[in-house]
């Protein structure tokens, strides 16, 4: 019902910046909220950052200050611009999102990888 293609991840050093996007397609009017997860290997998925329909946002405390999240609700679009990035950044970044008229139900993307070198 709600596809969401991701873009932007790459390789940067230490100290460097990234910008992910997170384009929604679909049946995306019910749609509640956004967010960015990652995973490392050997590692579980954690929650990195989210966004409300209404503009809220909530970030881990290890993102806090270097991260910003941000939705673009004219192009359905959630980014994650990434500033002070560290080795232990590196993981693969998924989009998500919650749709709750019906469900709730909820939806991933493929991923993105981002790998910050030392």
């Known amino acids: 019902q709600v596809q969401l293609d991701e873009s932007g991840g790459g390789l940067v050093q230490a100290g460097g910046s990234l910008r992910l996007s997170c384009a929604a397609s679909?049946?995306?009017?019910?749609?509640?909220?956004m967010a960015w997860y990652r995973q490392a290997p050997g590692k579980q998925r954690e929650l990195v950052a989210i966004?409300?329909?209404?503009?809220?946002?909530g970030y881990s405390d290890s993102v806090k200050g270097r991260f910003t999240i941000s939705l673009d609700n004219a192009k359905n679009t959630v980014y994650l611009q990434m500033n002070s990035l560290r080795p232990e950044d590196t993981a693969v970044y998924y989009c998500?999102?919650?749709?709750?008229?019906?469900?709730?139900?909820?939806?991933w993307g493929q991923g993105t990888q981002v790998t910050v070198s030392s």
């Open positions: 679909g049946s995306i009017s019910g749609i509640k909220s």
């Open positions: 998500h999102t919650a749709v709750g008229a019906d469900g709730p139900y909820y939806y």
């Open positions: 966004i409300s329909k209404g503009g809220r946002t």
